[in-house]
């Protein structure tokens, strides 16, 4: 999946953000920098990760003022974006109307949570050992 997100401001120079990856990664440190908590992105991604087959998950209104404060109006609408949501009117959405997401945006928004999860650890100060991608919170993988 591709992703091209021109960021004028940074890296230096000016560059064109090619990779999911990369672009999360982008948004990541702005959250860090904006200090806007990923709290309630956190939310709504892992419903959707929880219920991928559900619509109401992957439809979000813009106009809720909860996920327009802690999301929309900070770095989070970048991991939005990068992850394939896409603006439709006064909502914003993921995925087919219809049916589950597919197994690469699954991983893709599973990465993103761990992601997510390790910024809002720095954020509140706490030094822990990140636990490896895709384990559970006692270390075994396949979570």
Same mark, same amino acid.
């Given at each position: &999946?591709?992703c091209?997100?021109?960021?004028?401001?940074?890296?230096?120079?000016?560059t064109?953000?090619?990779?999911?990856?990369?672009?999360? *990664?982008?948004c990541?440190?702005?959250?860090?920098?904006?200090?806007?908590?990923?709290?309630? &992105?956190?939310?709504?991604?892992?419903?959707? &990760?929880?219920? /991928?087959?559900? /619509?109401?998950?992957?439809?979000?209104?813009?106009?809720?003022?909860?996920?327009?404060?802690g999301?929309?109006?900070?770095?989070?609408?970048?991991?939005?974006?990068?992850?394939?949501?896409? *603006?439709?009117?006064?909502?914003?959405?993921?995925? /087919?109307?219809?049916?589950?997401?597919?197994?690469?945006?699954?991983?893709?928004?599973?990465?993103?949570?761990?992601?997510?999860?390790?910024?809002?650890?720095?954020?509140?100060?706490?030094?822990?050992?990140?636990?490896?991608?895709?384990?559970?919170?006692?270390?075994?993988?396949?979570?």
């Amino acid at each position: &999946l591709a992703c091209d997100i021109v960021d004028p401001i940074f890296p230096f120079p000016a560059t064109k953000i090619q990779s999911v990856e990369k672009a999360l *990664e982008w948004c990541y440190l702005q959250m860090e920098r904006e200090r806007s908590s990923p709290h309630v &992105l956190l939310k709504y991604l892992i419903n959707i &990760l929880k219920d /991928p087959s559900e /619509p109401k998950y992957r439809q979000i209104r813009t106009s809720n003022k909860r996920f327009w404060n802690g999301v929309w109006i900070t770095a989070g609408r970048g991991v939005m974006h990068a992850l394939g949501f896409e *603006e439709k009117g006064a909502y914003v959405e993921i995925g /087919p109307a219809s049916g589950a997401l597919s197994t690469e945006r699954l991983k893709q928004i599973s990465k993103a949570i761990h992601g997510l999860k390790g910024v809002q650890a720095r954020m509140d100060g706490i030094d822990v050992k990140q636990q490896p991608e895709g384990a559970d919170r006692y270390g075994r993988a396949g979570y």
